[in-house]
Each structure stands twice: as structure tokens, then as C-alpha cells.
């Protein structure tokens, strides 16, 4: 809980009263541990996640290893409750990738509260057509527009989940999440710093200038932010 009282957790702030006093008791919150797996595809899931702070990376693989993500995770959002709404399979993997708390909701009783009540279930199921949203327009951006454009957005989007304009992350983890080569990466980061944009040390990336970065972003970055306002109010 916040000083005022609210829950940290955006989608949580949504709900009354009434209904926030029915998960009040059974949320716990627990430490989200850089790397750590909160979901695994096609594993069963045990518990939701209602971020605080911290970053949750949704990522998709392949048997040969490699992967790429189609979505990140914050404290606008809920890790697994989609997979909880249905037969508790994890459809992918989730990964800690900024650390950070968050309140934690075993599966059963996520289920429980859903049945009992009609404004959370909506909410979830809001949530889960956001997420899809996210997935789509990755899956479109990955496709069709060139690494500097793809590299803003997934910046501008970390940016939005962090406190700090600070982000710890490796050029090489940026790279595998958006499936290019890290020396692609480098030549982009290179020229975002000289831009002024951006400032990179070893480890990790300082925005500089956000507005300058969505001037340099494609338009997925406002398209599902906008879808994101319509459906769950303006990310906070």
C-alpha cells in the first residue's frame, strides 16, 4: 500500500472499494528478483502478479533458443491473469527484468474473487485485450520498421514502467528481446547518444530526452498507448 492508503498496483487503483476489500486479504507482497521467472510457457501458474515497481518481460521462444519479447509488464498491468481467467497455463514465459515489488495472488483465489466479482473480472479481461494489443503491435513492428524506430519504443516503454530515467539493462539483453543483432543495436544506441537522446554506459541506458525519443519511435508506441487509455484510463 501507498502512504495514502491505495494500492501501488495501477489496475488495482481501478477498483472500489468493495471490490479492492475482497483481494485485500489474500494479496502478499513479495520481492521481484532480476531474472527471475514468474510464468513458463506451458507450465501451470500458481500465482498473479500485480506489479508496484519493477518490469516484467513477456517473451515468446523457440526450441533452437532463441526468443524475442512481445510485451512488458508494469505496475499499468497484471502478470498471468489471463492464464488464471482460463486453465492456468501459462501461454508464455515471463521474466523479471527490471526488479522491483509486487502483490501477489494465488491462483485459486484470483479465481474466487473473479466469480464473485463482475467489475474485477471485467478488468482483467480489459487488461487481456491490452496485453493482445501489445502483442500484435510488436509483432507488426518487428516486422516492418527499422531498428532505430523499434529501439525508441521499447525504450520509451521501460521509461514509462520506471521511476528513474535509468534503465539497468545490457545492450546484449536488448538485443535478444527484439531478436536483432546486439552489433545493431550498438550502431543504434551509438547514434541515439550522440543525438543526445540517450547516454550509455556499460550496463546500462539514461533517457535523456523522452519527447526526442518519440519523435525518433514509429507510431506503435502512441497506438497502444491510446488503445491502452481507451480501454484502462491514461497510464500514471
Sequence with gaps: ???????????????????????????????????????????ALRYVYFPHRGSVSITLGLSEGQMIEIAMLGRDSVVGGGAALTDGIALADAVVLFPGTASMLEIGAFRTIAAASVPFRSLMVRHEQV???????????????????????????????????????????????????????????????????????????????????ETTSCDCYAAVKAFHSRLLGAPR
Design 1 to 43: 500500500m501507498t502512504a495514502s492508503g491505495s494500492p501501488p498496483n495501477q489496475l488495482l487503483r481501478m477498483l472500489d472499494a468493495a471490490d479492492f476489500d475482497l483481494l485485500r486479504p489474500h494479496l502478499a507482497t513479495v520481492e521481484m528478483v532480476r531474472e527471475s521467472v514468474l510464468g513458463e510457457a506451458g507450465a
Design 131 to 213: 496485453l493482445l494489443a501489445h502483442a500484435q503491435q510488436s509483432l507488426l513492428c518487428n516486422t516492418l520498421h527499422p531498428v532505430e524506430a523499434r529501439l525508441a519504443r521499447w525504450l520509451l516503454r521501460a521509461h514509462d514502467l520506471s521511476d528513474g530515467s535509468i534503465l539497468p539493462l545490457t545492450q546484449e539483453a536488448l538485443a535478444q528481446m527484439m531478436g536483432v543483432r546486439r552489433n545493431a543495436i550498438s550502431l543504434v544506441a551509438h547514434a541515439l547518444q550522440r543525438a543526445g537522446i540517450i547516454r550509455y554506459t556499460r550496463g546500462q541506458i539514461e533517457v535523456i530526452e523522452p519527447r526526442a525519443l
